[in-house]
């Protein structure tokens, strides 16, 4: 059984930054896409970014795009969201993900999930 497990969340100020870490084991995910989604309450879930097994290929939400930055580290079976430019409207529970699809339209494999609260 894979095993996701994210840290890095916690409260900002908006135009601060975060960096999320997503650490992946029990299986090898270097074959899936990896990338994070987030959830705020009485929404669905939104999909945020996703990276390919090599790094080379990153997909992201117009929402996000020129703020965030998403990357992995194969060697340490770890996925990073750098999040700058933080807006109040980026407070959501963030969930790592790994599966396939264009923007990560099946997943498999999700994170328990690390709340992000961005104040004004």
């Known amino acids: 059984q894979g095993q996701l497990v994210e840290s890095g969340g916690g409260l900002a100020q908006a135009g601060g930054s975060l960096r999320l870490s997503c650490a992946a084991s029990g299986r090898t995910f270097s074959v899936y896409l990896m990338g994070w989604f987030r959830r705020v309450p009485g929404k669905d879930r939104e999909f945020v970014a996703a990276i390919n097994w090599s790094g080379a290929s990153t997909s992201y939400a117009d929402s996000v795009k020129g703020r965030f930055t998403i990357s992995r580290d194969m060697s340490k079976s770890t996925v990073y969201l750098q999040m700058n430019d933080l807006k109040p409207e980026d407070t959501a529970v963030y969930y790592c993900?790994?599966?396939?699809?264009?923007?990560?339209?099946?997943?498999?494999?999700w994170g328990q999930g690390t709340q992000v609260t961005v104040s004004s």
């Open positions: 993900a790994a599966g396939y699809g264009s923007n990560l339209a099946v997943v498999p494999y």
